[in-house]
């Protein structure tokens, strides 16, 4: 069975400084991993998704995320926040058949 | 072009209660998947529904159950509705491979508020 661990619960940090939300996942076979965000009271949006070949991964609004097989994680990063990037980061995992098993979650608040 | 939508947004309903939930997918896409996401935690998948019939499902009663019609949307039903049901509803929707790869696309929600 797989399973997501999202170490972080809350993360705060300041506007234009750096963040990393970190996930880690286990599996017994390979899986494809996403990070999902979700605004308040909005659905959830995928920002990027792992699927094979490089192991960075990246979102059109500066996000990146890096697969490490050797410690089954997939963490999230981007080098400068804004305002706009307040929101709940999702990780997620599937192995087959589009069965999605996300973790619990990382509040992201980012203040001025 | 019209992403997935849900209906109703909210929803109030007494215990013992039943309710039905529905979802239209996006356009080009054939598959639907449920998923229940209590207050503070994750999304959890309930089922797929996969041309008109259940291809997976997760560790709900049978209490929940769904039907996908042959323009690919689909409904949730759960019958006797208990104060643990109260949650947001999310319908993704996807293309029909199997693979796991394929991104899903989320609707709003439909948040259901069991008294």
């Known amino acids: 069975a797989q399973s997501v661990t999202q170490l972080d619960s809350q993360v705060p940090v300041f506007e234009e400084a750096p963040v990393e939300l970190r996930c880690n996942y286990s599996s017994s076979v390979s899986v494809y991993l996403f990070w999902y965000v979700q605004y308040p009271n909005q659905g959830l949006q995928l920002l990027l998704k792992?699927?094979?070949?490089?192991?960075l991964v990246e979102s059109i609004n500066g996000f990146e995320a890096e697969f490490n097989k050797s410690q089954t994680s997939f963490h999230l990063r981007k080098p400068s926040v804004h305002i706009s990037d307040t929101a709940e980061y999702f990780c997620a995992v599937s192995e087959s058949w589009g069965k999605l098993q996300f973790g619990a979650g990382t509040q992201v608040v980012v203040t001025p | 072009d019209a992403g997935v939508t849900q209906s109703p947004t909210h929803l109030i309903k007494t215990r013992g209660q039943q309710v039905t939930l529905r979802c239209s997918p996006k356009s080009g896409h054939d598959t639907v998947s449920w998923y229940q996401q209590a207050l503070g935690q994750g999304p959890q998948f309930i089922f797929q529904y996969y041309e008109e019939e259940e291809r997976q499902r997760g560790n709900f009663p049978d209490r929940f159950s769904g039907h996908q019609f042959p323009n690919y949307s689909s409904e949730l039903n759960v019958n006797a509705l208990l104060l643990g049901d109260s949650a947001l509803y999310l319908c993704?929707?996807?293309?029909?491979?199997?693979?796991?790869?394929?991104?899903?696309?989320f609707g709003p929600g439909t948040r259901l508020t069991v008294l």
């Open positions: 792992y699927l094979s070949g490089s192991t």
């Open positions: 993704a929707s996807s293309s029909g491979t199997t693979n796991g790869a394929d991104t899903q696309y």
